[in-house]
């Protein structure tokens, strides 16, 4: 017999953590792990934890890990880590829990979204075929995912670089080795040596441009309070990976990776703008990914969104979709019109800016003068 179930209270998730590592273990994704899911869940217990489980037998089948949001006028299912701006989707164990658990969310009558979701995958196809009334949209997201693969253990990743790339960092790290003896570090913490090692972490990463602008972890305490929690319990399983760099006495540049899936998933990473010249985050980056592959890693993926400097290693790039559910209510109707009014809002913004970056080009043309007259 299939029962759907809504946790709406931490205790009752923190109740489950051996059925959910019964159904996610094998999933090769960090996201989809119950040391994700109940770091943002304590992070985040403010919102209202809308977790809903599909079982069957009496066995947990499959999750939505959401939080019921107010949008305007109503509310809205989004996911639980939705802040984190990470990739995100529901974790079952087959296909037909998936479309079982797509078609119980609309049975919920709420309108639903979930964000960055890779284009080509189980997902969207489970969204679309399942039952249901409303509207359903797959629209384009804004973001794409970079992966690095390491096809042959035996194959250097330097290999995947063109000549140019490889010249230009041997150049940079013999810049720095003229500031001073350079040195790499890629470390897996024990839980004793983890607080130090974050809070170095967090006082270079919160330095420079992002401590002016507070834009740094130090300045955004929910998102350190996730990281500290998530990170914690994945050094107590041996799968957290720190990075440094540093250029003498100095740490240059850190960073932060979780080993799952026989892959390395980057979850922070930050420099010293002292030594920007000398592209630490860079430097230190390549070797991270030297050092997975010669450990027997099948790859390295970049989180948040695809950059340029990724493709200092030829990257793959995954588009990302974004899925929204409208129930046929008066709800999924004015959920519906408030996406569209803001979605319409963007558009004029940014056709307003090119008008003024259009104008301002004009005013500065060095025919501009004898335009006017």
Known sequence: MTAVEVIDDLSRLEAIEKEWHALARDIPWPMAQFEWIIS?????????LYLVTIREAGALQAAAPLILQNYGLTHRLECLDR?????????????????????ALRNLHYPFILRGVPAECEEVECFDSAPGFGLNLVTASCCKDSFVPFDDPGRDVEQRMSQSRRTTLRRKRRAAEKHGLVRFSILHPDPNDFPRMFDEFLRVESSGWKGKAATGLRHDHKRASFFRTYCAQMAGEGALRFGFMTIGDATAAVRIDVIWGKKSWELKIGYDETFAKYSPGLLLSHEALKSGQANGLLGHHFLGTAEPWHDTWAAEKTHRVVLRHYPATMAGGMAFMQDACTHLGHGMSKLFQKHLTVRASSDHHPFSAVIKK
């Open 40 to 48: 943002a869940a304590r992070t985040y217990s403010r919102e209202r």
């Open 83 to 103: 802040d984190l701006s990470e990739p995100q989707g529901l974790i079952a164990r087959s296909c037909h829990y998936r479309k079982l658990l797509f078609k």
